[in-house]
């Protein structure tokens, strides 16, 4: 899919939901699934099966970022290959276990829920500014969003090309 026709898809559907900003679940489901070539099973945000989640799941070979190099995962996830890639970063391949949604509203509704935990309490005051709502689900207070040690960088380029798309398709 192109950027903008997964724009015109995506963008009005979070837009609807009203609770967050429109460009940051945009620009955010546009990374997590490749502008949604990856979107396992309507999974637009990469969401991992958790503990919580009875509903279908996909195993898939992905990427994960962490500070050491010991990380285990229960069966049947599993780690395939780590490489050191300084600073204290190893870049995994894994095999882990993703949620399998019927439609992308349902894994935009699971999104915000998973947003609004309390561990993502501190970011929530600034859910409608998408700059700095990114860097407060990555900072060191709460929970962590993403292991990518570039996350914010690379959502901050794709919220100006949301932003760029949505203005040129009147959104």
């Not at 780590?82 to 204290?88: I, Q, T």
Request: positive net charge.
């Amino acid at each position: 899919m192109k950027p903008n026709e997964f724009v015109r898809w995506i963008y009005p559907q979070a837009k609807a939901m009203g609770e967050i900003s429109p460009v940051f679940v945009t620009a955010q489901a546009a990374l997590e699934s490749g502008w949604g070539a990856s979107a396992i099973g309507n999974n637009l945000f990469g969401i991992t099966k958790g503990s919580s989640w009875t509903g279908p799941v996909r195993l898939v070979t992905t990427t994960e970022w962490f500070t050491r190099p010991d990380v285990k995962f229960k069966a049947p996830e599993e780690v395939l290959k780590v490489a050191l890639k300084g600073h204290g970063r190893y870049k995994y391949t894994v095999r882990r276990l993703f949620r399998d949604y019927a439609t992308a509203a349902d894994c935009l509704r699971d999104h915000l829920a998973i947003l609004k935990k309390p561990g993502y309490a501190d970011a929530w005051p600034y859910r409608n500014d998408p700059r700095r709502y990114v860097r407060r689900i990555m900072d060191a207070t709460g929970s962590k969003y993403a292991t990518s040690p570039s996350y914010v960088e690379t959502m901050d380029r794709l919220f100006r090309m949301v932003e760029r798309i949505v203005e040129e398709e009147g959104l």
